[in-house]
T-cell receptor, first 116, second 112 residues
Framework: DVKVTQSSRYLVKRTGEKVFLECVQD?????MFWYRQDPGLGLRLIYF???????EKGDIPEGYSVSREKKERFSLILESASTNQTSMYLC???????????????FGPGTRLTVL | AQSVAQPEDQVNVAEGNPLTVKCTYS??????LFWYVQYPNRGLQFLLK??????LVKGSYGFEAEFNKSQTSFHLKKPSALVSDSALYFC??????????FGAGTRLTVKP
């Protein structure tokens, strides 16, 4: 089974803190994604990566950055956390190329981040 | 750019009755369509997908979905709902690149 793990299920941080969310996948997938999920808005793409050290902005990249130093690991960084970044964060991975386009994304369990 | 709409925030059905969760999409090319389910405090789980071929696709847990090109719809269906089907359901679409777009989600409640 594909496994996507996220470093924390629940996280509470203070405004202005630097926050790291880690995601690891064990299926040698080229593509990795970070979404945030908010009620009534569904999932919105923050950043994605299709290869090591490669990154692309999604729909809502402001206030976030990412790092992909190894193929299996994709980190989301909140440089200075704000209360409007309180949300559920979901990581996903998929194969690259045509296989990725026609296949599902595999999701981690999510990290519920609260910024006070 | 592709987009997907789930017109119902909430769907309520009685156990044993058929259920439908609606999804419409907009793409510039050929759509790749997906349904996911999310249980409380969990990530999204893949249910089924339409890539090409037969318009009726069958997936996990007895769910199926019908692709209708003329109506640009991909409604999720199940002939007989179970209480355990209660969850949040997401429709998603791609049109040829790796960027997937999700609907806002529909909360399905199945009452005993």
């Amino acid at each position: 089974d594909v496994k996507v793990t996220q470093s924390s299920r629940y996280l509470v941080k203070r405004t202005g803190e630097k926050v790291f969310l880690e995601c690891v996948q064990d299926m040698d997938h080229e593509n990795m994604f970070w979404y945030r999920q908010d009620p009534g808005l569904g999932l919105r793409l923050i950043y994605f990566s299709y290869d090591v050290k490669m990154k692309e902005k999604g729909d809502i990249p402001e206030g976030y950055s990412v790092s992909r130093e190894k193929k299996e690991r994709f980190s989301l960084i909140l440089e200075s956390a704000s209360t409007n970044q309180t949300s559920m964060y979901l990581c996903a991975s998929s194969p690259g190329g045509l296989a990725g386009i026609m296949n599902t994304q595999y999701f981690g369990p999510g990290t519920r981040l609260t910024v006070l | 750019a592709q987009s997907v709409a789930q017109p119902e925030d909430q769907v309520n059905v009685a156990e044993g009755n058929p259920l439908t969760v609606k999804c419409t999409y907009s793409v510039s090319g050929n759509p790749y369509l997906f349904w996911y389910v999310q249980y409380p405090n969990r990530g999204l789980q893949f249910l089924l997908k339409y890539i090409t071929g037969d318009n009726l696709v069958k997936g996990s847990y007895g769910f199926e979905a019908e692709f209708n090109k003329s109506q640009t719809s991909f409604h999720l269906k199940k002939p007989s709902a179970l209480v355990s089907d209660s969850a949040l359901y997401f429709c998603a679409v791609r049109d040829g690149d790796n960027d997937m777009r999700f609907g806002a989600g529909t909360r399905l409640t199945v009452k005993p």
